[in-house]
């Protein structure tokens, strides 16, 4: 059964940085491409930033700049460090795999859409003080 677990989110001042975990368990992490979502309270599931397995990452306009990630494919991990965070940040933060997906063209198929992620772990609260 894949599992995924998140980790490390907290109370912040705006500014401030935090680093989330994505921790992976019965499946091998290699062989997906992991997003990052979050969900504000009465809004939609928001797709933040994905990576392949071979580290090519999609961002969304708005954390680009502040949020990077990262993967580790032997601790079975992938991080998203967060830094200038916003009020507007505010959300729980969940990880999500896809099974990696090579294309004609030579590359890993990338996603920001939830729909198309099929393993969810558990979220992670983030708060960001004004």
């Known amino acids: 059964e894949v599992q995924l677990q998140a980790s490390g989110g907290g109370l912040v001042q705006a500014g401030g940085s935090l680093r989330l975990s994505c921790t992976a368990s019965?499946?091998?992490?290699?062989?997906?491409?992991i997003g990052w979502f979050r969900q504000a309270p009465g809004k939609d599931y928001e797709g933040l930033s994905c990576?392949?397995?071979?580290?090519?990452?999609l961002y969304i306009d708005s954390v680009k700049g502040r949020f990077t990630i990262s993967r580790d494919n032997a601790k079975s991990t992938v991080y998203l460090q967060m830094s200038n965070l916003k009020p507007e940040d505010t959300a729980v933060y969940s990880c999500?795999?896809?099974?990696?997906?090579?294309?004609?063209?030579?590359?890993?198929?990338?996603?920001?859409?939830?729909?198309?992620?099929?393993?969810w772990g558990q979220g992670t609260q983030v708060t960001v003080s004004s």
């Open positions: 999500a795999a896809l099974r990696g997906l090579w294309m004609p063209g030579g590359y890993y198929y990338k996603s920001l859409s939830p729909a198309e992620y099929s393993y």
């Open positions: 019965e499946f091998n992490i290699g062989d997906y491409v």
């Open positions: 990576i392949t397995s071979d580290g090519s990452a």
